[in-house]
């Protein structure tokens, strides 16, 4: 039997080992048991993720936070509400290039999840018929640049059609309303209007969607570089889980999202989530082309910011190391 004295002392032993272990072994290790992460519906491994408790299995406390859209996200990043946060690419760039310190860490899909939408009876039948319309999209995300990319190829710009700026679900109402004329959609919400309110998809380019991407404030992958390296861990093992089981992944969806799972099928049928996680020349091929238009219509402030940006967002290494 050991003596009161010892046994107290074996318990500050403990105590002790437990607090060095807690800390990490240097300042750049330090623990982060407290984390801020959102979730999102054009992100179906977030979904997975928060639903299965993947970090809280492992030892994480998680404050969820919704994104409604990239714009949202970049806002939470910004004003240190969130950690990680997940938004498109190009989103993703123009926050950085305008002061906002994130690095992109892990590419969660290729989607194409946005295009140009019109109403059931529109005679929008091109894109050139956009001219002196108007159109409702989220600025600061996917759409927005698909927008400007697709009316590039027409020779158009925002000056020549009229911009109602709307969160995404409320651009999809403004479009069945008749408030606008088009809307640059996102899923799951365009598939859900083409499903059930009749809407047409006007315009389709998988090539001008930015990849879906999760983000992390920079200073926070500094000081905690094993959270970070848990978060894209358990993004990989929701990439896997999501792979081997499209049904429930629908299903959780379709819960999530409040739509119905044939809305739910149609928006995962686009988005493509076996690939390569590592952020890297894909994503940076991708961005370059919405540079310079990104730059032309003043989101991003100057061509010097945006190259600077493209140049530091890429960090691959935790989705390189990620098991």
Same mark, same amino acid.
């Given at each position: 039997?050991?003596?009161?004295? %010892? ?35 054009? !992100? ?80 929008? !039948? ?36 009229? %911009? ?53 404030? +920079? ?17 990989? +093992? ?61 989101? %991003? ?11 530091? %967002? ?10």
């Amino acid at each position: 039997m050991k003596s009161p004295k %010892i046994a107290a002392f074996l318990g500050a032993a403990t105590v002790a080992v437990a607090a060095v272990a807690g800390c990490g072994s240097g300042p750049g290790n330090t623990a982060a048991k407290d984390l801020r992460v959102d979730y999102a519906y054009y !992100n179906p491994l977030s979904l997975v993720v928060r639903d299965q408790h993947l970090l809280e299995t492992r030892g994480y406390n998680v404050t969820w936070v919704l994104s409604a859209g990239s714009n949202k996200a970049n806002e939470g990043l910004r004003s240190n509400g969130l950690d990680f946060g997940s938004t498109a690419g190009s989103a993703a760039l123009v926050a950085r290039a305008n002061g906002t310190p994130i690095k992109i860490v892990d590419v969660y899909s290729k989607p194409e999840w946005t295009a140009l939408v019109v109403g059931k009876n529109s005679t929008v !039948n091109s894109v050139a018929d956009l001219r002196g319309k108007k159109i409702a999209v989220t600025k600061g995300t996917d759409p927005y640049f698909f927008l400007l990319q697709s009316l590039a190829t027409a020779g158009l710009s925002t000056a020549d059609v009229e %911009i109602v700026n709307l969160q995404h679900a409320d651009g999809k109402t403004a479009l069945e309303r008749g408030d606008v004329d088009a809307w640059s959609g996102l899923d799951p919400f365009m598939a859900q209007t083409v499903q059930q309110a009749g809407s047409r998809l006007l315009y389709r380019n998988p090539d001008f969607n930015s990849y879906g991407v999760l983000n992390v404030r +920079e200073d926070f992958s500094t000081a905690h570089p094993d959270a970070v390296q848990t978060v894209v861990n358990s993004y990989e +093992e929701a990439r896997k889980w999501a792979k081997a089981h499209p049904d429930e992944l629908a299903a959780l969806l379709a819960s999530q999202a409040k739509v119905t799972p044939s809305v739910a099928q149609e928006e995962l049928r686009r988005t493509a989530l076996d690939i390569d996680p590592a952020p890297g020349d894909p994503q940076r091929a991708v961005l370059t082309n919405i540079l310079p238009i990104a730059v032309s219509d003043a989101d %991003i402030k100057s061509d010097d910011a945006g190259r600077g940006a493209l140049g530091t %967002i890429i960090e691959p290494k935790y989705a390189q190391q990620a098991h």
